[in-house]
Every structure is written in C-alpha cells, then in structure tokens.
C-alpha cells in the first residue's frame, strides 16, 4: 500500500460560507473523509498546511510547500496539495523548478465548487489527485477534471465549469478515470536525487502591453523590480513608433533588470525573428519565452533571479527547458 501526503492550504475544495462569502475553513481530515475507497487502496497521511485562498498565496508559501515534501520526501511515495485554482498553476510551476529531481509524484488539486456542498467537483479531484499520487512516475502534475497535466503547463481558462484546465502547448499526460489512469505519454523517469532550492527573487512584474503604453512606466518600474515581462502581442512585437517603449527597454537592460518578452496569445509561442517589430527589440539583451505560459514564466523568472545577478546566466536559465515548460525547438535540451 502507498504511503501518501495530503496538504492542505485551503482554496475553495475546503472553503464553507462565511458572513463576507466562502472562506477556506475545512482540516485535511474532513477533506479525506468526502473521498471514497479510492483512499483506502493508500496510506493516507493528512496534515493542513496554510488555510488561505488563493489568491492571498505568495512566493513565501511556495517555499513553505516544496520544503515540507523534502522534509518528507523519504517517507512518503507521493505528494496531493489541495489548493485554490485562481493561482494553482503558478505553485504547481513554482514547485517544477524548487524541487528538482522527483522521482516520486507531487500533486495539486483542487475544485470550483466547496466539497461540502451537494454539487461538486473536489470529491472526484481528491479522488483522482490520490490515485495518482499512487503512480511510479516523478514530477509535479495538476489533477483536475479527471485530465492529468504537467505542473508547468496548467492553466486555469474557466472560472465556473468543471474542466477549469488546460494544458497549453503540450500534451495532457494521462486520463483519471474511476480510479485508473491511462498514460497518454510517461514522462521520463530521473535518476538524479531530489534537490530543494528555494532560493527566490520575487521582485517580477508582468506588464501586459495595450496601445497607448507610455514609455515612461519603465521608470517607476526600474527601482522596484529586477525582471520584468512584457507582455507583447502576437508573436513578441514591440512598439517602436510613437510611443516608442525600445529607449526604455534598453536602458532596462542596461541597468540591470533582465526583460523578458512574452505574448498575450496563449497557444503556438512567440517569435521575436519574424516581424521588424520584434527584431527591433531583440538587439537588446532580452529574453524571450518561446511557447511558456505566464504561469511557468513568472515563478522561473523568480526563481533564475534567485540564483544569479548574471544577466546571460537568467537569459540561459530562461531559455532551457525545465521539466517540460518549453518545447525544445524553442530552447536548448535540458
């Protein structure tokens, strides 16, 4: 039988009413007691963590989670977070790059509507979180609706319905389905030990462009951070006539501050190469993130600025794939 760790941090899968509306209120132990045998078939260990919405979880409480499953990695052979969806796919990128090395699954689940109410989600995401925490297969994964997504790839596009969601720009990995999976592909299995390294920078700022961006924003911006996304349109283009933001960004780079451009388009990646409007600001020392998502860029960017002042060293951290977050023919293998 598999020894399992559930943790808690609250989210709506343990929220009850509330005077000011649902809050997270539920233990783990309660959480436990709505799923059915599939508990059983595991060893369930259960212990609450944070009790907080979501939306309140900060760069602090990734470092609080990916230490407690390295305190706890020997004895358990899997990992299920409960954790609320409005910011679920960003701890589940976070803990991709703070514990590197699992050999063992990590799992975050959650729902869209509480488990104590007659309708609901979370008994079938706990359930599936558990069964697949039970698999002999290594990383982080998001359980939800039944679909089994890498952690650096889910993103949440729906608020109401149940198959909250997606994975963006790679394959779901396996189907959750009255407590069987079915692989759709296995990720590879490492054989390098776990290694935790929560040294965090959570001085990043994501900038979503829209015509009539004023330049000057970069130099309120410029004191406060040191990465800042951008993110462009289409393929990565930047605004050179006008309100022209290329004068900024270069003395972005030129102070310091690693700039890395994005797209607002979610699926296919960005190319800086294509239009003139992103070779233009690809002359600078920036970034760019292929076919990432903002959930996967944010934390990695935290945590690359964690390990070094180096701007080249962030731009190479940046730009090689990292347990699946960007595709290889954006990057160099890992």
Known sequence: MK????LATGGTI??????DGLVPGLAPVDLLSYSSDVSLAADVT???LMNRDSTNMQPEHWIEMASKIADNYD?????????GTDTLGYTSSALSYMLQGLNKPVVVTGSQVPISFKRTDAIKNLND???????????VYVVFDG???IGTRAVKMRTKSFDAFESINHPYVAQVRENKVTYYWRPEQTIQSLKLDVSLCPDVFVLTLHPGTKPEIFDYLKGLYKGI???????GGVPFEERSLLPKIKELTEAGVAVLISTQCL???GDLYLYEVGRKVSQYNVIVSGDMNKEAIVPKLMWALGQTDDLSQVKEMMETPISYDLSVEWGQEE
Do not use: M, P, W
């Not at 343990?14 to 005077?19: D, P, R």
């Not at 004895?75 to 954790?83: E, L």
């Not at 979180?129 to 990383?139: M, P």
């Not at 996304?229 to 393929?235: A, K, L, P, V």
């Open 3 to 6: 020894k399992i760790l559930l």
């Open 14 to 19: 343990a929220s009850l009413e509330g005077k």
């Open 46 to 48: 259960c212990e609450i």
């Open 75 to 83: 004895q358990y052979d899997g990992f299920v977070i409960t954790h």
């Open 129 to 139: 979180a558990i069964c697949f925490a039970c698999e002999n297969v290594g990383g």
């Open 147 to 149: 679909r089994v997504i």
């Open 229 to 235: 996304i951008i993110e462009s349109y289409g393929n």
């Open 267 to 269: 699926e296919e990646g």
